[in-house]
């Protein structure tokens, strides 16, 4: 099956170097004055991304969080980095007391989330938007929870994307908090029908237990490691022995990677740093010193395999 981006399906190995996890629009709550809401600015950070060796990248800002579908489209097709969009939701922390989507069920949810993947993603999120579509399909479904914590707000999510999963064969990626609560999201997901191998574990790697990653990556699920360029939490040193851990118990076949920058304050385009280009020109050739060319499937054939849309259930 092909992988969905917002200029169309491409087939997987099309994609070429892929970042799994980044943002080029967001805007919530939980960040003030650290707002992507500049279409000129987070063009120019898609294009130090793809000057650093990317040719594609996920854009992970789900339903309410300030994505841009448009803008998004205008970006891919300017600087040539092949976008996947995301539709979904955030965990509930994201979200005013009084947002819309707080209002909607499961099977609600999952049909706005069918909505963006099957025909198009609206100009702007809204409750019953009679907006005209963009003609960009998102690609992925994305859920959040909390820190050990599943909130009735993320529960619905998750059965929503779960219906939306099953009726489109889109993949999933969910947000952990240093990656508590793990096994309990595969359950879920699991019991509504979902196969571990559809689903992408996002901040596996905030908590750096190898053991623990093993685990996840034999029920088939995958490792989204999307934490370096963050020493006041954990060392690039460490997420380097964390994967070289998890290489040397097998579960290399599973790891995928990116930078989850997420920050005006952290992307270059907007007068911060490190920027997006971190992840390949500082980050990668660290991995590859350790590890050697096998690096390149977590950037490579890894991604191009989750990406890929399944068969859909119904």
């Known amino acids: ?51 650093s060796g990317f040719d594609a990248m996920v854009d992970a800002t789900p339903i309410g969080l300030g994505r841009d579908p448009a803008g998004a489209v205008r970006i891919s097709a300017a600087t040539g980095l092949a976008v996947v969009a995301t539709t979904g939701a955030h965990r509930e922390a994201h979200y005013a007391p009084s947002h819309w989507l707080r209002s909607l069920g499961a099977e609600e949810r999952a049909n706005l989330f069918v909505r963006d993947l099957l025909e198009g993603m609206p100009e702007r999120d809204a409750p019953g938007s009679t907006t005209p579509l963009t003609g960009a399909r998102a690609g992925l479904l994305k859920a959040g929870i909390g820190y050990w914590s599943i909130s009735d707000f993320e529960r619905t999510t998750l059965e929503g994307v779960a219906l939306a999963s099953l009726s489109t064969g889109a993949p999933i990626m969910v947000h952990l908090e240093f990656c508590t609560a793990a096994h309990e999201v595969l359950d879920l997901l699991t019991a509504s ?67 989850d920058v997420a920050r005006r304050t952290r992307y270059l385009s907007y007068g911060g740093m490190p920027g997006l280009g971190y992840l390949a020109t500082r980050y990668l050739p660290r991995l590859r010193a350790a590890l050697g060319p096998l690096v390149d499937d977590f950037t490579g054939a890894n991604p191009q395999r989750f990406l890929a849309w399944a068969a859909p259930a119904s």
């Open 193 to 259: 029908g979902i196969p571990e191998t559809r689903v992408v574990l996002a901040h596996a790697d905030r908590d750096p237990d190898a053991a623990l990653h093993l685990e996840l990556a034999a029920r088939g699920a995958w490792l989204g490691y999307d934490g370096m360029a963050r020493p006041r939490t954990r060392s690039d040193a460490e997420l380097v022995a964390l994967t070289e851990a998890v290489v040397a118990g097998g579960g290399a076949g599973s790891i995928l990677l990116g930078g």
């Open 1 to 51: 099956m092909n992988v969905r981006t917002v200029l169309g399906d491409v087939a997987p190995d099309e994609l070429g170097r892929v970042d799994y996890h980044e943002h080029l629009f967001q805007v919530t709550p939980l960040l003030p004055g650290d707002e992507l809401d500049d279409e000129a600015a987070s063009r120019g950070e898609a294009a130090v991304l793809k000057a």
